[in-house]
């Protein structure tokens, strides 16, 4: 279970003295607890933790994001520390072929033929690569085939 894992590499990272990665896992085991307590005690599951993990992957992301724009280096160096022990917890990802494949899929089944079919294509892509594909990468893929039929939209 992925959460046995977490706390695992936890103590190993306090063992170490690895002071980033305990840090980093301190926040995400906190960030579960909380969300087992959102919940009445219900204790969440590998695919809630990794829907949870994506979640602060995206914050760290955008605060990388916000810091670099700011001028703020040391500040965004940590936060990208903090995602590569993050990533760690994230299903394989699916390669880019194998995502193209799948988004052209979903373009052929629900019939999109211009950009206003986004949603469409989006909703039938997602569910199919949900923990394996960051959903900006899959919005960008599918954007690209999408103008692809219709030149110029």
């Known amino acids: ?37 959102e919940k009445a005690g219900t204790v969440l599951n590998d695919e809630q933790i990794v829907d949870l993990v994506f979640s602060e992957i995206k914050k760290r992301k955008e605060a990388i994001e916000f810091y670099v724009k700011g001028g703020r280096q040391e500040l965004a160096d940590k936060e990208q520390a903090e995602l590569s022990v993050l990533q760690r917890y994230l299903p394989e990802q699916i390669s880019d072929e194998a995502l193209k494949k799948i988004v052209a ?17 989006m909703a039938a892509v997602m569910p199919k690569v949900k923990g394996q594909a960051d959903g900006q990468r899959v919005s960008a893929l599918v954007k690209e085939l999408l103008n692809k039929l219709v030149p110029g939209s």
């Open 105 to 121: 899929d979903a373009v052929k089944a629900t019939a999109a033929t211009t950009a206003k079919d986004f949603g469409k294509v």
């Open 1 to 37: 279970m992925l959460k046995e894992k977490i706390k695992t590499d936890l103590i190993t990272a306090m063992k170490e003295q690895r002071q980033w990665e305990l840090e980093t896992l301190r926040l995400l085991t906190a960030a579960i607890e909380r969300k087992e307590m």
